[in-house]
């Protein structure tokens, strides 16, 4: 298994440019998120998806869309970049049931975001 | 407001010593809580959970320490290694809010030769 991967590993953009970045997980897991990490600090979530053809805002939603068409993709949309988008992006998945002890959430390597 | 902290910005510790990484939340209605690993340019990695009807769990060098009366949370690391050398978040579920998890700010762990 691959996990979860995400392309690009790095891109830069101009302010006002548009671009998306995905994200692919092969674990068949219903749940999956994305993040943004600014140094020194955790992670913030974006948006999240609980299952495939919805999504749902997260804490810091403003700025981004998301699609989840298929299972295992989740996309995350950046309609005009800004610089205070510049940051690393973070996909990650997870199962749903409760009865699994371990909820806890795969990521993936990250997506550097430079906005300029 | 809910917020996950983390006490110290950085824990600098001799190899071979034990490693305490200490995290305060806030909302007493979180029910699951996990310890995340963060190597440089590398993605958050799984390290141990607790649900919040436990007060310890343990892995391999690791033990989380759960104290839901003063809402803290710790991770110990026996035998402190170079390759544990990373940031460290904690991070905590509330419950009915399945997926959503709020991280702390991180502690990142120096391990001295």
């Known amino acids: 298994n691959a996990g979860v991967t995400q392309t690009p590993k790095f891109r830069v953009l101009k302010t006002g440019q548009s671009m998306t970045l995905l994200c692919a997980q092969d674990m068949n897991h219903e749940y999956m998120y994305w993040y943004r990490q600014d140094p020194g600090m955790g992670l913030r979530l974006i948006h999240y998806?609980?299952?495939?053809?919805?999504?749902a805002k997260g804490e810091v939603p403003d700025g981004y869309n998301v699609s989840r068409l298929k299972k295992q993709n989740f996309l995350l949309g950046l309609e005009s970049a800004a610089p205070s988008q510049t940051s690393v992006y973070f996909c990650?998945?997870?199962?749903?049931?409760?009865?699994?002890?371990?909820?806890?959430?795969?990521f993936g390597p990250g997506t550097r975001l430079l906005v300029l | 407001g809910e917020s996950v902290g983390l006490h110290l910005p950085t824990l600098s510790v001799q190899e071979g010593d034990n490693s305490i990484i200490n995290c305060a939340y806030s909302n007493s209605a979180s029910d699951y809580f996990i310890w995340y690993k963060q190597e440089s340019g590398k993605g958050p990695q799984f390290i141990i959970d607790?649900?919040?009807?436990?007060d310890k769990r343990q892995g391999q060098r690791v033990t989380v320490l759960l104290n839901k009366t003063v809402k803290h949370l710790s991770l110990q690391i026996a035998a402190t290694q170079p390759g544990d050398s990373a940031v460290y978040f904690c991070?905590?579920?509330?419950?009915?809010?399945?997926?959503?998890?709020?991280f702390g700010q991180g502690t990142t762990l120096q391990v001295k030769p």
């Open positions: 990650a998945s997870s199962y749903q049931e409760q009865r699994y002890f371990q909820e806890t959430q795969y």
């Open positions: 998806s609980v299952g495939e053809g919805t999504t």
């Open positions: 607790i649900r919040s009807n436990m």
């Open positions: 991070a905590e579920n509330i419950s009915g809010n399945t997926g959503k998890l709020i």
